[in-house]
């Protein structure tokens, strides 16, 4: 299965001034996330962010937080728990109320939901916390979830490869940035092939 650029979502987790020091490959994770949230923005895939306990961790990077729809202050490890899973799917529209003979025909009926993007791209630190917790919650509410592995750190690598093993048996797709930029475009004849090629090199 490749990922599809019309179904997609990105989620930055908690890229955070105080944070990036302690994580292992700390450059190469936040240029690989800043190559993300730039497809992303070309490519009209929407992005969000998380920022764990800002007032004590800082603000993600300005390359980053200036390319997010909204970033989401947490203090729940999970960003589901605080909210994420809102911003991700539309809303359920209700059926209108009042008696059926009251009601116009066309209004009798639900409303069917409005199209979601369900494929879930996500990226961050802690690769063994505040990612996976918030992954494993994506799962359980039926999202495809794909982590990007390049663009995730932990402090150790033990702990982010943990989270790598037990992210794939709970089904996530693990990706790098590059598959992720490649089938985004999906070709070479993509009007917009040479700039996000240009990202890579």
């Known amino acids: ?33 800043a190559r993300l949230a730039e497809a992303a923005q070309l490519l009209e895939v929407p992005v969000w962010g998380t920022e764990q306990n800002p007032s004590k961790l800082g603000a993600l990077p300005p390359e980053l937080r200036e390319r997010c729809r909204r970033v989401l202050a947490k203090m729940e490890f999970s960003a589901c728990a605080e909210g994420l899973t809102e911003w991700l799917r539309p809303p359920q529209k209700t059926a209108p109320q009042g008696n059926a003979r009251s ?27 505040c990612l996976l917790q918030t992954a494993l919650d ?11 592995t390049d663009a ?29 930029l490649f089938e985004w475009l999906g070709g070479a004849e993509h009007p917009l092939f040479k700039q996000v090629q240009a990202l890579i090199k």
């Open 1 to 33: 299965m490749l990922l599809d650029v019309s179904e997609s979502q990105l989620v930055l987790i908690d890229y955070q001034a105080r944070l990036m020091p302690a994580m292992g490959d700390a450059d190469a994770v936040l240029a690989n996330a």
């Open 103 to 129: 009601l116009p025909r066309h209004l009798q009926k639900p409303q069917e939901q409005a199209p979601g993007r369900g494929s879930i791209v996500l990226a961050g630190c802690e690769a063994h916390i």
């Open 138 to 148: 994506l799962l359980d509410d039926e999202f495809d979830v794909w982590v990007v």
């Open 152 to 180: 995730c750190a932990s402090r150790t690598e033990r702990n982010r490869d943990a989270a790598f093993d037990r992210l794939a048996g709970a089904g996530a797709e693990l990706v790098t940035t590059e598959m992720v």
